[in-house]
Structures are given as C-alpha cells and as structure tokens.
C-alpha cells in the first residue's frame, strides 16, 4: 500500500485526499487467531510541510474472530481513526514515526501498526454471552443443557455474577445445616 506523494511533495501545505485498501488475511495476535474476510480500507488526506508528510484519516475493516466464552466465531467491525508522521530519516527520540523514501509513502508498516493496537486481546460475541457448560461442553447459548453448574462454583459465571454466585453458595450451605 503506497502513495506516490509527488503532488504533496511539490506543494508544501497542500492537503491531498486518499484512498486505498489492502487484504490483511489471517494474522495471529498472542494466540488468538483473527481472519479478514475483507480488505482493509483506509482513507483520509496528507500534506508536506517542515520536510514531513502529515497524514490523517480513517481505517474501516471486518475480521472474524472467535468469543472467548463459547467458541463460535463472529464478526468484529473495525474503524478508527490515525493520525501519523512520515519522515524521512527516523529520529530515536520520536519511536511513532514512519519513515518514506523519495517521494512514496509506504503505508504497510503503518496499517498493521494499526491493526494490531487496536484487536483486543479477547474476544466476546456479546454482553450476555452463556459460554460454554464447563460440564458437558454445550453452548448454553443454543441449549440449555441442564447441568449444575451456575451454583457449584462455575467459574465464569461467579466471575460475572459474584453476588448470585455467593448468594447460591450461602444458600447451598443453609440446607445441608
Ligand atoms: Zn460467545
Ligand atoms: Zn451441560
């Protein structure tokens, strides 16, 4: 993905409008797996001005990725907006430039940049998510499958519920007295 940026380079201070998109595919971020059914499209404008490309914009996407709770994989839109500095020589002390050559801008490095500061490291298809029984394996999304689960420590749901969780515990333990 690259800009040729004569135009800009020529004209300091004028702003020229962008577009493109490229195809980010499979990435695998610490262990979760994210898959881009479709290209990734940035667009936005950049201007030349104190030897140094401005560039802002936005960055719109769809990946697929698989919720943490009960395993099936959904659709996670993408949009953010950026706004960097390209130079022309990379200065220690300012780490979030890029860097271009000649009169290109190269946007690879910047773009999953930006891709991947910003997928989380976990992934939930929605609020109120089941997850998996902890028992038998079924999606309780789908099935209630009837296990007893929610009052003998179940993890999650303790972890989402606390007070339910300990009410049931305090609960179990008045009847055995
Ligand atoms: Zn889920
Ligand atoms: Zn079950």
Known sequence: MKLDATLALKSQNLSVP???STQ???LELSGEVVDFEEPVHISGSYLFADD???IT???KSHYRACCGRCLESFVVPLELSFAEEFVRRADDEKP???VFEGDIIDLT???DDLVVLNIPIRHIC??????LCPVCGTNRNI????CATDEEGDAQAGARRPFEALAALLHDENEEV
């Open 96 to 98: 979030d430039q890029y």
């Open 143 to 146: 099935t209630a499958c009837g």
């Open 52 to 54: 140094t490309y401005f």
């Open 18 to 20: 962008f577009s493109c």
């Open 24 to 26: 980010m595919g499979r």
């Open 109 to 111: 490095e910047m773009v």
């Open 126 to 131: 929605r609020e109120d998510c089941r997850g």
């Open 57 to 59: 914009g936005t960055l």
